[in-house]
């Protein structure tokens, strides 16, 4: 796994947003679909902000 502390945030909270989606569903609760949306678009910015900020050198 990648030592950067940012993208293993990133993937702890990709995990701990899943297991909330999960629990919520299983409550049964009326906005779900907003929050799993809503989750899902900051998780998705991080992580495209994550690829972006993190520069590799080109291979040859």
Known sequence: MNKNPVRQAL???????GLVIGLLA????????????AGAV???L????SG???RHK???
Not at 26 to 37: E, F, R, T
Not at 46 to 49: D, E, I, L, R
């Open 46 to 49: 991080g992580w495209g902000f």
């Open 52 to 54: 972006m900020l993190t």
């Open 26 to 37: 299983v409550l049964d609760v009326n906005a779900l679909g907003l929050i799993a949306a």
């Open 42 to 44: 900051l998780l998705g």
């Open 11 to 17: 993937f702890v909270l990709t995990i701990v947003y």
């Open 58 to 60: 080109p291979q040859n």
